[in-house]
C-alpha cells in the first residue's frame, strides 16, 4: 500500500467516523426525541378524548347495549384512524378485539429499514400501554387499549434523514476525492526524490534535488545535495587517491629496482671480481687485500639492504615494539636535519596493541616529519603518544610557515593519513596557520585479535 493510499485512507476513516460518531449518534438521540415527544403530546389528547367518551357512554347506560358492544361501534374507532402515533383497540369483556383505529396497513416501500428501527426500538420504553375500563350499568362492558406506535413518526423521520444521509455520503465521496487528489499534490516531490535515489544508486553523482515548498521535504532536499556533493567528492578523491598511490607504488618498485642495479649489482660485480683476483692470487698480501675488499664491499651491500627493509617496513617495530622504532626513526630522521629540534614524548604501553594501530602510528608520524622536511621550514618539532585505556592521542606541531588547506596537495601525504585514521575509526584533525601546523590524531585502542 502506497503512502498517498495509506494517508487518504486513515483520513477517510477518521471523517467517516466523525460523520458517523458525531453527525449519525445526533441525529438518532435528535430523532427519537422528536418522536418521544410527538407521541407523548398525542397520547395525551387522545386519551382525554377518550376519557371524555367513557363518562358520557358510563353516564349513558343506555347507549352501551351488547349489540353495540359485539358490533364494536361504541366508540367507533374508525374515526380516530389519522391519529398515527398511537393504536387504540377495543376489547369486550371477554377480551375479543372489537374494534381499532388502525385498519390500513403500510407497504414496504413506506417502510425504513430494519436496522434504523432497530435503532428506534427503545422509543416507547418511557410510554407505556394505557388501559381504561368500560363500565355499564356496573359491570365492565369491555375496555380501551391504547398503545404507542411509533411506526408512522418513524417512518417520516427516516424519509427526512433519508436526505441527510444521502449528502452525507456525497460530502464523503467528494472530501475524499478531494483529499486524495491535494495529498497527491503535496506528496509529489516524493516522485523526484525517488527519482534522485535512483539516478545516485545507478551512478549519476551530478543529480541533485530541487528546493521544495514544504519545510521538512525542503530539509530533505538539502541534506540529499549536502550528500550527493560528499559522495562525489569523496569518489573523486579516492579516484585520485588510489592514482596517486599506483603512482607512488611504480616510482617505489622504479628506485628498488635502480637501487638494485646500480648498488646491489655494482657491488655484486666488485665482489666478483675479488674473488676472481682471490682465486688469481700468487700471494697471500693480495688475497688479504681482495678479502678486505669483498668485506668492505658486504658491510656497504648490508646497509643499503636494510635501508630498503626500512622503507618497506621497520625493522624495529617487530624486534623492539613500537617506543625503540619511533626513536630510531626520529633519531636517524634528525641526523639527516640537524637543524630542526625534535622533542618527543611517549607515554603508556604500546605492546598488546594490534599491529595495524602500531604500523599506523609509526607511518603516521613518519609521513609528517617527511611533510615538515619537505615543506614546513621548522625549526622545532613537538610530538607526543599518549595510551588511554579507550583511545590512543598522537599530537604532531610544528612552527613551520604552515599551508593552504583549501588547496588540494599534488601528493597523497595527509590524503593517505586521513585513510588510514579513518580505516581505523579514528579522526584527524588538522590546524594551519602561518605560524605553524598541528596534526590531532585519535584512534581506538584495538588490542591484539580485537579487530
Known amino acids: 500500500m502506497t ?3 495509506r494517508i487518504n485512507l486513515i483520513v477517510s476513516i477518521l471523517l467517516f467516523l466523525t460523520l458517523i460518531v458525531g453527525g449519525g449518534i445526533f441525529t438518532i438521540k435528535n430523532a427519537r426525541g422528536n418522536i418521544q415527544a410527538e407521541i407523548a403530546s398525542t397520547a395525551i389528547l387522545a386519551l382525554h378524548m377518550l376519557d371524555s367518551e367513557i363518562l358520557s357512554y358510563s353516564l349513558s347506560s343506555g347507549r352501551i347495549s351488547p349489540a353495540n358492544v359485539s358490533s364494536g361501534s361504541v366508540f367507533q374507532l374508525n374515526r380516530l384512524m389519522d391519529i398515527r402515533h398511537l393504536k387504540i383497540d377495543f376489547y369486550d369483556a371477554r ?26 426500538d427503545n422509543v416507547t420504553d418511557e410510554m407505556p400501554i394505557t388501559k381504561r375500563k368500560v363500565y355499564s350499568k356496573g359491570h365492565i362492558v369491555g375496555e380501551l387499549v391504547v398503545t404507542p406506535d411509533p411506526s408512522s413518526e418513524i417512518a417520516e423521520t427516516w424519509e427526512e434523514i433519508k436526505g441527510q444521509l444521502l449528502f452525507i455520503g456525497l460530502f464523503f465521496i467528494v472530501v475524499n476525492i478531494l483529499i486524495y487528489y491535494f495529498v497527491g499534490r503535496a506528496l509529489h516531490p516524493i516522485d523526484s526524490i525517488l527519482k534522485a535515489l535512483t539516478d545516485l544508486e545507478s551512478g549519476n553523482l551530478m543529480t541533485r534535488l530541487p528546493r521544495f515548498n514544504l519545510p521538512e521535504l525542503s530539509r530533505i532536499s538539502d541534506k540529499f545535495n549536502v550528500m550527493a556533493n560528499t559522495l ?3 569518489i573523486a578523491d579516492n579516484q585520485n587517491l588510489t592514482q596517486q598511490l599506483i603512482q ?5 618498485r622504479k628506485n628498488l629496482a635502480r637501487e638494485l642495479h646500480d ?11 675479488d674473488a676472481s683476483a682471490i682465486l688469481k692470487a700468487k700471494t697471500i698480501e693480495v688475497s688479504k687485500q681482495s678479502a678486505s675488499a669483498i668485506d668492505q664491499v658486504a658491510r656497504q651491500m648490508m646497509d643499503i639492504v636494510h635501508n630498503i627493509l626500512q622503507r618497506l617496513r621497520p625493522s624495529g617495530l617487530d624486534q623492539f615494539g613500537l617506543e625503540i622504532a619511533l626513536q630510531e626513526l626520529i633519531n636517524a630522521w634528525q641526523q639527516r636535519h640537524k637543524g630542526i629540534l625534535v622533542k618527543y614524548d611517549v607515554r603508556g604501553v604500546f605492546n598488546d596493541l594490534d599491529e595495524s594501530i602500531l604500523i599506523t602510528i609509526y607511518r603516521l608520524i613518519q609521513e ?15 610530538i607526543y603518544l599518549i595510551k588511554y585505556p579507550e583511545t590512543i592521542e598522537l599530537s ?16 597523497f601525504g595527509l590524503a593517505g593519513m586521513r585513510e588510514r585514521v579513518e580505516a581505523l575509526v579514528g579522526k584527524l584533525d588538522i590546524k594551519t596557520s602561518p605560524e605553524g601546523t598541528k596534526i590531532s590524531i585519535e584512534m581506538p585502542c584495538l588490542t591484539r585479535g580485537e579487530k
Open 232 to 234: 562525489e567528492e569523496s
Open 95 to 120: 377480551g375479543q378485539l372489537r374494534d381499532s383505529n388502525k385498519k390500513k396497513t403500510r407497504t414496504k416501500a413506506d417502510e425504513p429499514p430494519k436496522w434504523f428501527e432497530a435503532m428506534m
Open 3 to 5: 503512502l498517498k493510499i
Open 396 to 411: 604532531i606541531e610544528d612552527d613551520g610557515n604552515g599551508f593552504d588547506q583549501t588547496v588540494k596537495p599534488d601528493g
Open 368 to 382: 609528517c616529519l617527511t611533510n615538515i622536511s619537505r615543506h614546513a621550514q621548522a625549526k622545532n618539532i613537538q
Open 248 to 252: 607512488v607504488q611504480e616510482d617505489e
Open 263 to 273: 648498488e646491489i649489482g655494482q657491488h655484486l660485480t666488485a665482489i666478483h671480481i
